[in-house]
Nanobody
């Protein structure tokens, strides 16, 4: 069984930065992609970014491209989401998830929550002055 634990959320002013962490433990061979998702009150869960565990390929949603950066430390089984130039509309609960996603042109499917079998408990990010 794979466990995922997010950390690093909090309250930040518009224009500020936060770095989220997602630590994986357990059977870590059961996935090839880690994704970050977010869900604001009354809205559907939205794919934000994802990274391949094998070749490091990344993908971003248009809403965060150029502001967020995903990275990994395979030795620590940890994936990070560096969030810069934060906006009030980035306010949400952020989740990391682990799953299996095709490589190549289909890697864009990594933003679909249906590709993931394991989910963390979430961490709140609030962007407000």
């Amino acid at each position: 069984q794979l466990q995922l634990v997010e950390s690093g959320g909090g309250l930040v002013q518009p224009g500020g930065s936060l770095r989220l962490s997602c630590a994986a433990s357990g059977f870590t061979l059961d996935y090839n992609t880690i994704g970050w998702f977010r869900q604001a009150p009354g809205k559907e869960r939205e794919g934000v970014s994802c990274i391949s565990s094998s070749d490091g390929s990344t993908y971003y949603s248009d809403s965060v491209k150029g502001r967020f950066a995903i990275s990994r430390d395979n030795a620590k089984n940890t994936v990070y989401l560096q969030m810069n130039s934060l906006k009030p509309e980035d306010t949400a609960v952020y989740y990391c998830a682990a799953g299996r996603v095709p490589r190549g042109l289909l890697f864009r499917l990594c933003l679909s929550p249906y590709k993931y079998d394991y989910w963390g408990q979430g961490t709140q990010v609030t962007v407000s002055s």
